[in-house]
């Protein structure tokens, strides 16, 4: 198992490009999430989804999209990047059996600037 | 809402000392707790958990006790090694919805 896969590892972006960051997990999990960690913040939830088809907001949505075709893939769109995204970003994900949920398992993350 | 509270870094210990970090949480109910540990480069990986007040959570020579009458769940180790440097996230969920709320994180850094 290949676990949770981010791509790119590394991306600089100017303002107002827009940009996929995708995400592919080999775990048969139904929920994936993506979260950003800035410095002194913690990690703070953007999106998430229970399932294909399903997604819904989390803390910091603004300025991001999802969308969920396959159970495997959850890529996150940038509309038109903003230096206030410049952040790494982390994809997880986690089986919703009882007692399972909270074991997330987390990608190695993607670094964007966007100068 | 839901909040975590950990201790400010950077940590600096030498090899086998004794490891605390504090984490405190503001909930309603009764959440679960977590600690997530990030090492250099790489995502967070679950180190530990508890999912009812008393129960203590362990693994690598961590552990952690869920304490409802203090609202903590501190971790500790009695001797951290080189390899235990690494960013560590204390989190909670309420069990009401999907997302895991973290706190800032601690930075532990331990030199031989």
């Known amino acids: 198992n290949a676990g949770v896969t981010q791509t790119p590892k590394f991306q600089v972006l100017k303002t107002g490009q827009s940009m996929t960051l995708q995400c592919a997990q080999d775990?048969?999990?139904?929920?994936m999430s993506w979260y950003r960690q800035d410095p002194g913040m913690g990690l703070r939830l953007i999106h998430y989804?229970?399932?294909?088809?399903?997604?819904d907001q989390g803390e910091v949505p603004n300025g991001y999209n999802v969308s969920r075709s396959t159970t495997e893939d959850f890529p996150l769109r940038l509309l038109s990047a903003a230096p206030s995204q410049t952040s790494v970003y982390f994809c997880?994900?986690?089986?919703?059996?009882?007692?399972?949920?909270?074991?997330?398992?987390f990608g190695p993350g993607t670094r964007l600037t966007v100068t | 809402g839901n909040s975590v509270t950990q201790m400010e870094g950077p940590v600096t210990l030498s090899e086998e000392a004794f490891l605390t970090i504090n984490c405190t949480y503001t909930?309603?109910?009764?959440?679960?707790l977590f600690w997530y540990v990030q090492y250099p480069g790489e995502g967070l990986q679950l180190l530990l958990k508890?999912?009812?007040?008393?129960d203590k959570g362990s693994n690598k020579g961590f552990e952690a006790t869920y304490r409802k009458e203090t609202t903590s769940f501190h971790l500790e180790k009695g001797s951290v090694q080189v390899s235990d440097s690494a960013v560590y996230f204390c989190?909670?969920?309420?069990?009401?919805?999907?997302?895991?709320?973290f706190g800032k994180g601690t930075s532990l850094l331990v030199t031989p």
């Open positions: 909930a309603t109910g009764y959440p679960s």
């Open positions: 508890a999912t009812k007040a008393d």
């Open positions: 989190a909670l969920s309420d069990g009401s919805g999907y997302a895991l709320n």
């Open positions: 989804s229970v399932g294909a088809g399903i997604t």
């Open positions: 775990m048969n999990h139904e929920y």
């Open positions: 997880a994900s986690s089986s919703l059996l009882a007692g399972d949920f909270h074991e997330q398992y």
